[in-house]
């Protein structure tokens, strides 16, 4: 698993090396610019409005809701990433640190229409997503919704006939979503898958 100094490492090589898994349809970004247009559809479709984003990276997404008149709110682990994504919107309020072990009061004390994350939390062990989720929800103002786009699967069993398939490149450092093992523990979740290793998963809170 990569720490702070690798992500500060790949910032420079990130866009390329995502799209370029995205272009030949492979593991683990098949389907990576589907997600990201999903999610700005739902949220650009609300109007200008207030966004948390965990995990910006270098600010692909919500650099382009940025221009779209959102307010962005975010964290990322990476120091390096945060002032790529800093520089494409300067009046964004962008926090460097792992979103996992705490948010900031900064970011704590706000409510957002939107919270999102976009292949970030797949480094979060799956006996910890569920809670992450419950501590998440409260940020968002009444119906508002939590969209967490990623390596994702409907099943078990589709996660491990893409594991089979990616062989050697699958991450063992990495873990991904199920939507059968999370709807148990939230009823009200939704998921659009987008290729055959990414989608989108949704959470409304209630209003």
Excluded at 24 to 34: C, S
Excluded at 90 to 112: I, K, M, V
Excluded at 150 to 165: G, Y
Excluded at 187 to 193: E, G, I, R
Aim: some cysteine; aromatic content about 12%.
């Amino acid at each position: 698993m990569l720490d702070k100094s690798g992500f500060d490492q790949w910032a420079d090589g990130y866009d390329e090396t995502v799209g370029l898994s995205d272009r030949n349809h492979t593991y683990p970004f098949a389907g990576y610019q589907q997600v990201l247009a999903y999610i700005r559809r739902q949220v650009t479709a609300q109007g200008p409005c207030s966004v948390l984003d965990l995990g910006f990276g270098t600010g692909t997404l919500t650099s382009q809701l940025y221009s779209q008149g959102c307010s962005i709110w975010g964290m990322d682990f990476s120091p390096k990433m945060r002032e790529a994504a800093q520089a494409k919107m300067p009046g964004a309020h962008l926090f460097a640190g792992d979103f996992t072990a705490s948010l900031p009061p900064a970011l704590q004390e706000r409510r957002y229409s939107f919270i999102l994350s976009t292949y970030a939390l797949h480094h979060l062990p799956d006996q910890q997503k569920p809670a992450f989720l419950r501590e998440l929800l409260p940020l968002l103002v009444p119906g508002g919704c939590l969209l967490i786009g990623d390596v994702a699967f409907a099943t078990r069993r589709q996660l491990e006939e893409c594991r089979a398939q990616a062989g050697s490149d699958w991450d063992e450092d990495e873990f991904y979503f199920v939507y059968e093992e999370l709807l148990p523990l939230f009823p009200a979740m939704t998921f659009q898958p987008l290729s055959y290793c990414a989608g989108v998963l949704s959470l409304q809170a209630p209003c």
